[in-house]
C-alpha cells in the first residue's frame, strides 16, 4: 500500500510534532522543577554526576506528556501524587 502525497504530508507533520513535543516538554519542565527546588539544583550543579539520575527523575516527575492517572503503591504504601521518592 502507498501512500498519497496528503497522507504522506500528514504523517510527517505528525512525526515531526510529536517529536518536538517530547523533546520541548522534558527540557523546559526540568530546568523549572529545577528553579523551583533550589536546594535540588544546587546539588547537582555540585555533582554533575548525579545527572543522569536527576534525569531519569525529572522525566518520572514531570512527564513529557500526560501519563492518565495513576496511584503508585510499593509494598503496600501508596504515596501522594507529584511527591518526589526513591525507592531502593
Same mark, same amino acid.
Given at each position: 500500500?502507498?501512500?498519497? *502525497? #496528503?497522507?504522506?504530508?500528514?504523517?510527517?507533520?505528525?512525526?515531526?510534532?510529536? $517529536? @518536538? /513535543?517530547?523533546?520541548? %516538554?522534558?527540557?523546559? %519542565?526540568? #530546568?523549572?522543577?529545577?528553579?523551583? @527546588?533550589?536546594? /535540588?539544583?544546587?546539588?547537582?550543579? $555540585? %555533582? =554533575? $554526576?548525579?545527572?543522569?539520575?536527576? #534525569?531519569? /527523575?525529572?522525566?518520572?516527575? *514531570?512527564? =513529557?506528556?500526560?501519563? $492518565?492517572?495513576?496511584?503508585?503503591?510499593?509494598?503496600?504504601?501508596?504515596?501522594?501524587?507529584?511527591?518526589?521518592? /526513591? #525507592?531502593?
Amino acid at each position: 500500500m502507498r501512500l498519497t *502525497e #496528503v497522507q504522506l504530508a500528514s504523517t510527517t507533520v505528525l512525526l515531526f510534532l510529536a $517529536g @518536538h /513535543e517530547t523533546t520541548v %516538554n522534558p527540557i523546559a %519542565n526540568g #530546568v523549572l522543577t529545577l528553579l523551583r @527546588h533550589p536546594d /535540588e539544583l544546587s546539588r547537582l550543579r $555540585g %555533582n =554533575p $554526576g548525579l545527572l543522569p539520575r536527576a #534525569v531519569k /527523575e525529572l522525566l518520572r516527575y *514531570e512527564p =513529557p506528556v500526560d501519563p $492518565g492517572a495513576r496511584r503508585p503503591d510499593a509494598r503496600g504504601i501508596s504515596m501522594p501524587p507529584r511527591r518526589i521518592c /526513591e #525507592v531502593r
